[in-house]
């Protein structure tokens, strides 16, 4: 169990907020980003969205591929030293995201993803840019440091480290500032949304 009880009153109130959660230090790592990027299908402009795009890819659909357009993996490392990149539908990455998924479903009833950004300590432009969701957001901060800054009803800022938990509320201007390679995971809920009885994360045990 991840959230608690004051952190399930907190998302009730509906105000940003920043928490240290000591268990969440060892929620994801390093190598299991580096496992799911590497036996995943990714392709551009679907499953993985360039932010402040630098530059142009090219490449040839890959043989016995089902997909148009899969990113090669001499190209995804590419993107991924080069960009700021958005991985979305990552919400059977691993088993401890689909436990923490079905938690935020079971407390607000909405549909819940789970979205990857990662920026390479090669990538100069740290930023995304101040800006705001459609959807209320958890993030859980993964490795690395990032600033954040929240425009709430009162301004938050702080450096992120690896087990901190941010939630920002639908259309609150937020930005996030990388000072390193980061990693983040961040669990946006659907607006209006309501978790139907058939739609639950699944870990398949064999």
Not at 50 to 65: F, G, H, L
Not at 152 to 164: A, C, Q, S, T
Request: proline share 3%.
């Amino acid at each position: 169990m991840y959230l608690r009880s004051n952190i399930r009153k907190l998302l009730k109130n509906r105000k940003p907020f920043i928490r240290k959660i000591p268990s969440l230090e060892s929620f994801y790592s390093k190598n299991e980003f580096e496992q799911y990027v590497n036996t995943t299908t990714f392709v551009l402009g679907s499953n993985l969205i360039i932010r402040n795009k630098n530059n142009t890819y090219i490449w040839e659909d890959k043989p016995w591929s089902n997909f148009n357009n899969v990113i090669p993996n001499k190209i995804l490392e590419v993107i991924l030293k080069e960009e700021t990149t958005l991985l979305t539908n990552c919400d059977r990455a691993s088993k401890t995201i689909i436990d923490f998924i079905t938690e935020v479903q079971d407390e607000t009833n909405m549909i819940t993803d789970c979205h990857m950004f990662y920026c390479s300590s090669d990538y100069k432009n740290k930023g995304l840019g101040k800006h705001n969701d459609d959807n209320d957001n958890l993030m859980i901060h993964v490795f690395g440091e990032t600033k954040v800054t929240i425009w709430g009803k009162d301004k938050i800022e702080r450096v992120l480290k690896p087990g901190d938990l941010v939630y920002v509320p639908r259309k609150v201007n937020h930005l996030f500032e990388s000072q390193s390679e980061r990693l983040s995971l961040s669990f946006p809920m659907l607006y209006k949304s309501k978790v139907q009885k058939d739609y639950n994360n699944y870990w398949i045990g064999l």
